[in-house]
């Protein structure tokens, strides 16, 4: 389960050719993939291009430091803010997030992971903060292991990926504060290779299930790289299945309705003429009025976002 570091020599996800994607709110904004960055990015603010290829060079080299952990405790918004000063329209952008209380960010490795790790993090970590929910959780998770088994994966195999993520939940609702998940604990889990491999590729062959079990939703949706239209079958091995591929709209939005949340996504690519950060929702059919998750997208990485009152 070795991760496949993201690049500009790596395949990059599947663009959408057109986002209105099955029981998801409409995307307004397409992000961008690793090899896209230096393509994408654009002069604004009178900033000139080659501060654009900067950052976006250092979001790759960022990608292929070995030494980068799998994800870091909460850093402050102004560290990320001091990270762009070279580029206005950046800068305008997170300190629009900062005035509506968002001051605090957990940075995933940018491996190809950042979007199932992001996710899997601010998931648990809001249960962590809503025990509540623990039982529900659970249901969902089952629910989503019979439907991989039902789109013929093994059931040994499934369970094999799944139990770390079962323990982390089981641990989020335990009675026993000797067995109580924390944040730190979970930031300890998500450092451990294996732990956060398994995780990943669970909820990986779980996005998978969804799309192949709903092929009629999705199958408008799945395309190669040269445009040409995939089986969901072949889109899943090609664009799902590998650790290291990029999560697009389509992931996003089927694992969002697997797992039956509520995604907030804040966009941070600096090609806002207002100078504002907007947010896209991704909600699930049958339930959009749990709290969201808020992760923050960047050209090519997600991250966790976390609002402070």
């Keep these: 389960m070795n991760d496949e570091v993201s ?20 995307v307004k904004l397409a992000p961008f993939s690793d090899a ?10 009178g900033a000139h291009r080659s501060q654009f290829y900067e950052l976006g060079q250092k979001l790759l080299e960022e990608s292929m430091d070995p030494d980068q952990p799998l994800i870091a405790p909460p850093t402050s918004m102004y560290e990320l803010r001091g990270e762009y000063t070279g580029a206005p329209s950046f800068v305008a952008q997170i300190d629009s997030l900062m005035r509506q209380g968002y001051t605090k960010i957990i940075r995933t ?8 790790r992001a996710l899997a993090y601010a998931y648990l970590s809001s249960l962590i903060d809503s025990p509540n929910l ?9 629910s989503g292991s019979r439907m991989m088994e039902h789109s013929s994966m093994d059931a040994d195999i499934i369970s094999t990926f799944c139990q770390p993520l079962m323990d982390l939940v089981d641990a989020a609702g335990s009675p ?17 290779d294996e732990t956060s491999n398994c995780i ?3 909820l990986r062959y779980l996005t998978a299930a969804q799309i192949q079990s709903a092929s009629d ?4 949706f799945l395309f190669h790289d040269s445009g040409e239209p995939l089986l969901p079958s072949e ?7 590998p650790l290291g591929k990029e999560a697009d709209h389509v992931q996003v939005a089927a694992l969002c309705r697997a797992l039956k949340l509520h995604i907030r996504i804040a966009y941070l690519d600096g090609h806002s003429p207002d100078g504002q950060a907007h947010f896209q929702d991704i909600t699930p059919p049958d339930d959009g009025k749990n709290e969201p998750l808020i992760l923050i997208y960047r050209p090519g990485h997600y991250d966790v976002l976390i609002k402070t009152n």
């Design 134 to 142: 623990v039982s529900s959780a659970k249901t969902v998770i089952e």
């Design 235 to 241: 889109f899943c091995r090609q664009y799902v299945d």
């Design 109 to 116: 490795k940018g491996d190809g992971n950042c979007f199932y």
């Design 176 to 192: 026993n504060p000797n067995q109580m998940l924390t944040h730190d604990h979970l930031l300890s889990a998500f450092l451990d």
């Design 200 to 202: 990943i590729t669970y």
């Design 36 to 45: 896209q960055i230096l393509e994408e990015l654009d002069t604004y603010d």
């Design 7 to 26: 690049s500009l020599t790596s395949p990059s996800p599947p663009r959408l050719q057109n986002t209105d994607l099955p029981e998801a709110e409409e």
């Design 217 to 220: 939703d999705y199958a408008g």
